[in-house]
């Protein structure tokens, strides 16, 4: 049998799981075994290797962790269910963050930086030093293993926030978790498998939010700028908690990072 046919037997067991993506789903599973001609030729025995792989996606678990990598922002990242999925919606973040970089504000903070793919990202494509920080020492490990990956270093320190964090910051950034307690019990099938250590904020989603705005300051130069990513409905409770506070917007129009300058 060859790849294309394959591919197609493949797209309609993924339908009730992957929908319209099923297809595409199909090619990235068939790619990472190894085939990526529609005309190269598919084994018996290959067949039964790609079984445990579709299995793991019809189960619900999410593409990216059975195919253990995933991009993000151009960049790949090793994922597991120690960390988050990178997403696009924070590559508005990194975006963000980019343009205020510049040789002499360089020293960033990953805050709850998980995969590394915030604080990697600004290395490797904006020059940053880079601290990233978070509770798990999982999430850390993997973090060190994508900054081999993409060619950087990071310092990395296991940190509750910003408790065994040292020094002070250009750019604090942070995807934190914040969905509330009826998110999380809402959540579907494929977060259920994400990390609840990375997701649940608390009853309203906003507890890290609140702790961050407390200590921030303390860890930010002059001059200097914190990166929050938000959920959409937060805009309003988050903006509240910091002065000097700007909402942007995802390319969708949406609230997606609430940004806020520390005057010199």
């Known amino acids: 049998m060859i790849v294309r046919k394959a591919e197609q037997q493949i797209a309609k067991r993924l339908a009730p799981v992957a929908g319209e993506d099923a297809l595409l789903e199909a090619t990235f599973l068939l790619r990472a075994s190894g085939f990526h001609s529609p005309y190269q030729e598919l084994s018996e025995t290959d067949a039964k290797a790609l079984e445990p792989l579709i299995e793991r996606r019809l189960s619900g678990e999410p593409l990216q962790y059975v195919l253990g990598e995933w991009e993000f922002y151009g960049l790949p990242f090793y994922v597991n269910e120690s960390v988050l999925i990178p997403r696009p919606d924070t590559e508005r973040l990194v975006e963000t963050a980019l343009r205020l970089l510049s040789k002499d504000r360089r020293d ?157």
């Open 108 to 264: 960033v903070l990953d805050l709850c930086c998980g995969s590394g793919c915030i604080g990697i990202a600004l290395a490797a494509l904006g020059g940053a030093n880079v601290t990233a920080a978070d509770l798990s020492a999982d999430a850390l490990e993997l973090a060190e293993r994508n900054a081999r990956r993409n060619g950087v270093s990071l310092t990395t320190v296991q940190s509750d926030l910003f408790e065994a964090v040292e020094g002070t910051f250009d750019l604090i950034a942070s995807n934190p978790p914040y969905l509330s307690e009826a998110e999380m019990d809402a959540r579907d099938r494929s977060l259920r498998f994400e990390p609840a250590l990375a997701l649940y904020g608390g009853a309203d989603g906003l507890d890290f939010y609140r702790r961050i705005a407390a200590d921030y300051q303390r860890y930010l130069k002059p001059g200097g700028t914190l990166l929050l990513e938000i959920g959409m409905t937060q805009k309003d409770a988050v903006s509240a908690m910091f002065e000097n506070s700007e909402c942007i917007t995802d390319y969708g129009g949406r609230p997606r990072v609430i940004a806020v300058k520390k005057h010199d």
